[in-house]
DNA sequence: TCCATATTTCGATATTCTTTGAAATATGGA
DNA sequence: TCCATATTTCAAAGAATATCGAAATATGGA
């Protein structure tokens, strides 16, 4: 990923009310949210929110569709992948010892093999 | 960690000149670089590094020491792991299988890569 | 002590962001 | 078609950031 790719992406999540927006998305998944509930959800004004999702559409972090009347708002979470791909290679880059630990600190490598998630250990 | 703090993180490396600074601490590991290596290593004014390694510090990134007439900086890597790990949880909160492949885009959690992520090789 | 080096602090300016009210666009239903 | 709902666009105001020149502080050595 290119650095400037990766600085939009990340200040685009360098917002509190931004990363609200994100973090909400996250939980609801692949399915998504429309604009207008996430609004209510965070309190915020639609058209506030038109230009914090644009931020984060504009990052390639969110995707949109239309449903009706509705555009329903959801995670990229390939391009999520890839920045946190970037920040991890910046953070062990050429020097693994010091990032080994790093594995411990991610609670979504344990126990998740590359396909078969065989079962969560429920730890967290 | 506090979603605060991880927005002060976020915004400290969601700039190209501090990206920048933060990828060449990272390579310089645990020793550090003095301030006016960096400055001349990256071109930029002393003064206007001096602002920006501020705010990396601010954030917690990276912490400093002074040796002799020079200040080193040199990376907070926990600081740098947590960051992750607030992220990766983000990511995965609850859907571990959204996140799976994860593992997969991580470089450092398995065998080393060979090269420096200086160079910008195309799409991947 | 005096001086050169290394770095930071200060103040100002230029730039970029964020939010908001008002108006516009798109959709579905009566 | 007309209307209500859902969302975006636009323009402006206010806030936050980034960079720069000049001056200040800290350190080591002659």
Redesign the pocket.
Known sequence: METTTAVKRL?ALA?E?RLDVFRLLVKAGPEGR???EI?RALDV???????????LSNAGLIG?R?D????IYSVRFDAMRELLGFLTQDCCGGRPEICAPLAAAKSCNRGVPDEAPARARGRR
């Open positions: 200040s917002q009310a429309a604009a207008g609004a004004a639609p058209n506030t929110l038109s230009a914090q999702l644009l931020v949109a239309r009706g009347r509705s555009i």
